[in-house]
Structures are given as structure tokens and as C-alpha cells.
């Protein structure tokens, strides 16, 4: 079963989206989204739900 934190990776990789480039808009150093990622910390719901926004509304321009 694929867990939220691996579907956020799988979506953010096929948008190309880089891992600094959406830290950096949510504010956040791009180790720890690397560690909520990976599972290794579990991120705040305010921290989520702003990295869904961003998926969600990204433009490949």
C-alpha cells in the first residue's frame, strides 16, 4: 500500500517538481521535506496541507 508521504513523492517527481524548489516556497529546509518524505520525521498538518496546495497548483511553465 502506498503511503500519502511516497504519493506526495511519486507526484512531485512527475511534475518535476525539485525538492528545494517546493521547500523552499513552503518554508522549509529541503532536508527536512527530504525526511518527511522518506518517513524519517512526520510533518505538522499545516506543513501537509501547504505542500498539497502547492501540488496541486503547480504550472510547468
Known sequence: MIKDRQLY???RREKGIKLTQIADV???SH??????ET??????QSTIQKYKDYIDNYKDI
Do not use: E, F
Request: proline share 6%; hydrophobic share 40%; no cysteine.
Open 9 to 11: 513523492n511519486i507526484l
Open 26 to 28: 513552503i518554508g522549509i
Open 31 to 36: 532536508a527536512t521535506l527530504s525526511r518527511y
Open 39 to 44: 518517513g524519517v520525521r512526520d510533518p505538522k
